[in-house]
């Protein structure tokens, strides 16, 4: 469903992705971990097709993101760290104008602005404004965006980042309700989540993939922490204190 | 197009649900309000004095298009020289530090397509403002008779002005992140291209005649004195497409770098 191929990202002399390949199949929860600086971002944004690669391609669902950009755009979603929220807009007249630049038929419009504020559980807050939500609801809203042209591809960046923990356990039900048939691409610093969603992890360091396997094979002999350490321990001490903030739920 | 709509009307929008187009609206009409008011107090008075000097000539010079429709959209343009840069400011720059402009990008819609839609949703509102100031001819033409053509034509003008100078400003809105930068950049253009024809007369053959072309205040000047040229229209759409065309390049360019 998404095939990375050799993948480079040069911002000028800092060379941020490096030559990384990977793939994730149809219906697959891919966790993409690493610590921040890594090239998690940027692989995102590429895959996203916000961001050029300097070389290598990406396809998705078949289609190449240089030469039928339009094709994959059609087919992704994607929630950046930032929800990407207009705080003067209300959640209903938001999500209208996501789904009519994602091309859903104006027929169909109401319909799918509908089933995603039900997906995630947004009714009570359909007439609000953007701006004045909570943290949780702004990223329930970003995760709604991400999902109403009904995209067969997820790419969600940090979804969980600076949630309670109920919301947490919210947004992950979410997040494995919503896999179902679709690919998706997580990433995280919480290590917990990908264990218990994910059926896949790549972990990315310095720009390089370290390892790309399913969850059983890694954590067969060791935790997911300790996999997690001996695969960036090469450097990068602040990435263990890191994991043990976002160890709980 | 249906993109193209979707982006115009949800900047049209948001000028609407905040403060901003209620700021920017209330400001322009009353300092509108107040230059007519005087304009029109001072040729009062004028019509009065040579009245009482019984100087026929003079007051059969006299005449409500040239001494207050003329001089109130020449205030007006200048008044849209410092504003425009403030409606613009946002159009992309504010995208582009909300993230919002992952979304956008992300989206199966062209550049050429958001580029477009910024566009319009800036100049539906220019079009609303400068139909607000067509009360004032409406009001001298209730109690006196300046010439309707000229009017219209100087509106025309305000207009042409106003979508020129929303095109530059969704340009200088594209190349940064920061508002503040996009409205100073936007205003010192608008102010250099306002006064650019400065030095002609002194500036030579060939010099001169161009400095006079580049200038908006010349072309503006010929269709508030009623004259419609082709060449002045001609003039301010290249403005528009030119300025639209570098805000497109400039989007994209990210695409590259």
Redesign the interface.
């Known amino acids: 469903m998404i095939e990375v191929e050799n993948l480079t990202k040069r911002y000028g002399d800092l060379v941020a992705v490096r030559d990384i390949s990977f793939a994730a199949d149809k219906g697959q929860i891919l966790g993409f971990l690493g610590p921040n600086g890594a090239g998690k971002t940027t692989t995102m944004r590429i895959i996203t097709g916000f961001l050029p690669a300097t070389s290598g391609t990406v396809r998705v669902a078949g289609f190449d993101i240089f030469d039928q950009a339009q094709e994959v755009r059609r087919r992704i979603g994607y929630l950046p760290e930032n929800p990407p929220l207009y705080n003067d807009m209300t959640v209903w007249s938001y999500l209208s104008f996501v789904g009519r630049i994602k091309g859903i038929p104006r027929t169909e419009l109401p319909e799918a602005t509908e089933r995603a504020i039900e997906q995630c559980a947004l009714q009570e807050v359909v007439h609000r404004v953007l701006g004045h939500l909570s943290k949780g609801f702004r990223q329930r809203v970003g995760l709604a965006q991400a999902l109403i042209h009904n995209p067969s591809v997820l790419i969600l960046d940090e979804p969980t980042i600076g949630l309670d923990p109920r919301q947490i356990i919210d947004i992950r039900g979410l997040i494995r309700d919503l896999s179902g048939e679709r690919t998706v691409i997580l990433s995280t610093h919480i290590l917990p989540e990908v264990a218990q969603l994910c059926d896949k992890v790549v972990i990315i360091n310095q720009g390089r993939i370290a390892v790309e396997e399913s969850i059983e094979t890694l954590t067969a002999e060791l935790s997911l922490e300790e996999v997690f350490l001996k695969y960036i321990s090469s450097d990068q001490p602040m990435a263990a204190a890191e994991e043990s903030e976002g160890a709980p739920a | 197009m ?2 193209v709509l ?2 115009a009307g ?1 900047d049209l ?2 000028y609407f ?2 403060p901003i187009a209620y700021v920017v609206l209330t400001g322009f009409l009353l300092l509108a309000g107040w230059f007519f008011f005087n304009l029109l107090a001072q040729f009062n008075q004028l019509l009065m004095a040579y009245m009482s000097f019984r100087n026929p000539e003079v007051l059969d010079s006299m005449n409500l298009n040239e001494w207050v429709i003329a001089p109130l959209l020449h205030n007006l343009a200048v008044v849209l020289v410092i504003l425009v840069p403030m409606i613009t400011m946002r159009s992309f720059s504010e995208e582009k530090k ?13 550049v050429g397509e958001i580029v477009a839609g910024k566009f319009l949703g800036g100049f539906a509102f220019i079009f609303v403002m400068v139909l607000l100031t067509a009360i004032y001819p409406a009001i001298l033409m209730v109690f006196g008779d300046p010439e309707v053509g000229i009017a219209l034509s100087g509106l025309l003008g305000l207009f042409l002005l106003g979508s020129s100078f929303v095109a530059v400003g969704i340009f200088t809105s594209s190349l940064t992140d920061n508002q503040i930068i996009a409205a100073v950049s936007c205003l010192v253009t608008l102010l250099l291209l306002y006064i650019i024809s400065w030095p002609a007369q002194s500036a030579g053959d060939i010099l001169g005649p161009l400095l006079r072309y580049l200038s908006l205040t010349e072309h503006f000047n010929e269709l508030v004195k009623g004259v419609i040229d082709t060449r002045d229209i001609v003039y301010f759409l290249s403005v528009i497409a030119l300025a639209l065309f570098l805000t497109l390049r400039s989007v994209e360019s ?4």
């Open positions: 249906r993109n979707a982006i949800k929008r948001s649900t905040s909300s993230g919002t402009y992952e979304l956008l990008m992300t989206s199966p819609i062209t990210m695409r590259w770098r």
